[in-house]
């Protein structure tokens, strides 16, 4: 026979309490465990942290700093005790050196502003030097049109060492940097290389018939003979060949090149000034016509090495040449032929025809016929130089 289901008893009002101390499974906590919690949480609560009354001596100390602190008395923090005191006044001292050095550069700065030679070798690139000359003053643009008017005057007197000075030269190129070429493009029956080719053959004769020091010390510039000009061109090389060997007033080898007698003068320093611009444009039938206009400055003293007075000696040229269409011409492909050479010799004895530029020097007297011709600026490349300009010899304005 089957036992029936117990049934649940009514829960008694005392067993509230242990019904509440129940665990997860149902089953009361035993009386003693119950007892020792109550006793322990009573134990916590009495001994937990509550706020404390500050004591006497706390309030006191309090009442101090108050006091000093509204008197502006406040004692040193740990921030601004003896050794944080140290480092801070070690760092004064090394703001009120640099505001010291700030000063002197500054006064340093505003004086040489104000006078940049007086910086040794001339950082700022003035160009000044302490004579009243120019060293390396600041580069002119390259030149890409006749200018319209003279260069201003230049203070300063030439030396050894700054052979330029109180010349507007000093501000031309060194050299072969003065020939500046312009882009090569196709004209008449010649393409873009071609017309680059004649271009870089005509600065090559310009440095070696007015730049190389072989020639400008009396040798024969050989590049322009044997590899430039065209042998086919009727009596240029020839003639030019023969100007050299035997010199003379019909038969000038000035009129083509810069040459000095060694044996009277020596060059100073390694740089020759220039200044100029070439140009090109299309010739008759189909030929390249290139126009070159330039301005050689030469520094020179006396042949004699302890003098050192210093003369300048200024070559403006023209010239003109021309690539001929060799189906046009009977020429030599790749040579270039003369069509125009005209001069202007600054400086330089009157009629005296031996081949070389002859400088005058202050220290020697004046060799050749006296000037004839009217007074023209040799840096002046404003001015037209037409041929019976270059055969009259003239006063210069200035050297």
């Not at 640099?98 to 002197?104: F, K, L, N, P, S």
């Not at 000034?273 to 039938?285: E, H, I, Q, S, V």
């Not at 003109?320 to 004895?349: I, M």
């Amino acid at each position: 026979m089957a036992e029936k289901p117990s049934e649940k008893s009514p829960e008694e009002p005392g067993k509230s309490a242990e019904s509440g101390r129940s665990g997860q499974s149902g089953e009361s906590v035993p009386e003693d465990v119950w007892a020792q919690f109550v006793q322990d949480s009573e134990r916590d609560i009495r001994t937990s942290e509550a706020p404390k009354e500050p004591s006497a001596r706390a309030r006191m100390v309090t009442e101090r700093l108050r006091q000093q602190e509204a008197r502006g008395e406040l004692p040193p923090g740990w921030r601004t005790g003896p050794a944080w005191q140290e480092m801070n006044g070690r760092a004064a001292r090394r703001r009120k050196v640099w505001t010291v050095i700030g000063v002197v550069l500054a006064i340093v700065v505003a004086v040489v502003a104000m006078k940049p030679s007086l910086v040794p070798g001339d950082p700022f690139g003035t160009g000044t030097d302490t004579d009243g000359g120019t060293q390396s003053a600041n580069p002119l643009p390259d030149e890409t049109a006749a200018p319209s008017n003279a260069p201003s005057a230049a203070p300063g007197t030439p030396t050894l060492d700054e052979p330029f000075a109180g010349s507007p030269a000093v501000r031309y190129a060194d050299g072969a940097a003065g020939i500046v070429l312009p882009e090569a493009k196709p004209v008449g029956a010649f393409g873009k290389d071609q017309v680059a080719k004649a271009l870089a053959q005509t600065k090559s004769l310009l440095v070696d018939a007015n730049l190389d020091r072989k020639t400008l010390l009396g040798g024969t510039p050989e590049t322009t003979l044997d590899k430039i000009l065209d042998p086919k061109q009727p009596g240029m090389i020839d003639d030019a060949k023969s100007w050299l060997r035997k010199p003379g007033k019909e038969s000038d080898p000035l009129s083509l090149f810069s040459r000095f007698d060694p044996d009277e003068v020596r060059l100073v320093g390694d740089v020759v000034k220039t200044r100029g611009r070439t140009t090109f444009k299309a010739g008759k039938d189909g030929a390249v016509a290139i126009h070159a206009d330039y301005t050689f400055v030469y520094p020179l003293a006396l042949a004699d090495p302890d003098s050192t007075e210093v003369s300048r000696t200024i070559v403006r040229r023209i010239l003109d040449l021309e690539l001929l269409n060799p189906a046009k011409y009977e020429v030599t492909p790749g040579r270039l032929s003369v069509s125009r050479h005209d001069q202007d010799l600054a400086n330089s004895a009157c009629d005296v025809y031996d081949g070389f530029l002859h400088p005058q020097f202050d220290s020697v007297e004046p060799t050749g016929a006296p000037p004839s011709g009217p007074t023209t600026d040799p840096y002046d490349r404003s001015r037209e130089l037409d041929k019976s300009g270059t055969e009259s010899c003239g006063t210069v304005s200035r050297t």
